[in-house]
């Protein structure tokens, strides 16, 4: 085996880990308490702004929704137009079944007819006569 495969590079161990202060840290990077305090206040004003913006967004979004008194009627109507609507196809398969129904009995007769009268009941004008009329 190869010395380079065999040795395990292990990374540095982070400040945060190794129990550091913000002193140390502080002198490692040669920079002066004032400027790490202007830099962090920095980032914590960008973060603000951004949070800022981010409630001012989300207000916004609140302010076109519709009250909720007009949500709650729209709810009540769509439940009315639902149950309407069930209402109606009950009624449409109801009438359908009728008229199915009203067709078969048509078919029947018309059944009826042509063994009474023949293939052309239809034509025959004599049918078509009630018997009072004579």
Same mark, same amino acid.
């Given at each position: 085996?190869?010395?380079?495969? #065999?040795?395990?590079?292990?990374?540095?161990? #982070?400040?945060?880990? #190794?129990?550091?202060?913000?002193?140390?840290?502080?002198?490692?990077?040669?920079?002066?308490?004032?400027?790490?305090?202007?830099?962090?206040?920095?980032?914590?004003?960008?973060?603000?702004?951004?949070? =800022?913006?981010?409630? =001012?967004?989300? =207000?916004? =979004?609140?302010?076109?929704?519709?009250?909720?008194?007009?949500?709650?009627?729209?709810?009540?109507?769509? $439940?009315?137009?639902?149950?309407?609507?069930?209402? $109606?196809?009950?009624?449409?398969?109801?009438?359908?079944?009728?008229?199915?129904?009203?067709?078969?009995?048509?078919?029947?007769?018309?059944?009826?007819?042509?063994?009474?009268?023949?293939?052309?009941?239809?034509? #025959?004008?004599?049918?078509?006569?009630?018997?009072?009329?004579?």
């Amino acid at each position: 085996m190869r010395r380079a495969q #065999s040795v395990r590079h292990y990374p540095r161990p #982070s400040l945060a880990l #190794s129990g550091a202060d913000d002193l140390s840290v502080l002198k490692e990077t040669d920079e002066s308490v004032e400027d790490v305090l202007r830099r962090q206040l920095l980032e914590k004003d960008r973060e603000n702004d951004k949070l =800022q913006t981010q409630v =001012q967004s989300l =207000q916004a =979004q609140l302010a076109q929704r519709p009250p909720l008194e007009r949500i709650q009627a729209l709810e009540k109507e769509y $439940t009315n137009l639902e149950l309407l609507l069930h209402g $109606t196809q009950r009624e449409n398969e109801r009438c359908m079944v009728e008229m199915e129904r009203g067709k078969a009995r048509e078919k029947m007769l018309e059944r009826e007819l042509e063994k009474l009268a023949g293939a052309n009941w239809q034509a #025959s004008p004599t049918l078509l006569r009630y018997p009072a009329q004579n």
